[in-house]
């Protein structure tokens, strides 16, 4: 009863940005948590953010400080703002998100790093 459909990804040289998109279609609820993980290839998927229905932000250690997850007033959109990209960010990222009684994955947006 719902999808989230991510966007955003793409090439970027080493201290570029970018900022990824997590959009909620086929339901009237809005999002109200979210986690965006990253996958490279030959490694485990890992919790890079998360945001909590209450507004509480969560980072792993290795993007804390560059990375911000946040979400649209309207509850529609969640986002991952990131900066001071390195090559060591290059993965396929996935926004996990709930909206009402709905949990689903994204299809995932390739973030390449690369100079």
């Known amino acids: 009863q719902v999808q989230f459909v991510e966007s955003g990804g793409g090439l970027v040289q080493p201290g570029g940005s970018l900022r990824l998109s997590c959009k909620a279609s086929?339901?009237?609820?809005?999002?109200?948590?979210a986690a965006w993980y990253r996958q490279a290839p030959g490694y485990q998927r890992e919790l890079v953010a998360q945001?909590?229905?209450?507004?509480?932000?969560n980072y792993a250690d290795s993007v804390k400080g560059r990375f911000t997850i946040s979400r649209d007033i309207t509850g529609d959109t969640v986002y991952l703002q990131m900066n001071s990209l390195k090559p060591e960010d290059t993965a396929v990222y996935y926004c996990?998100?709930?909206?009402?009684?709905?949990?689903?994955w994204g299809q995932g947006t390739q973030v390449t790093v690369s100079s």
């Open positions: 996990i998100a709930a909206a009402g009684p709905f949990t689903s």
């Open positions: 086929g339901t009237i609820f809005r999002i109200y948590g």
């Open positions: 945001i909590t229905r209450a507004g509480r932000t």
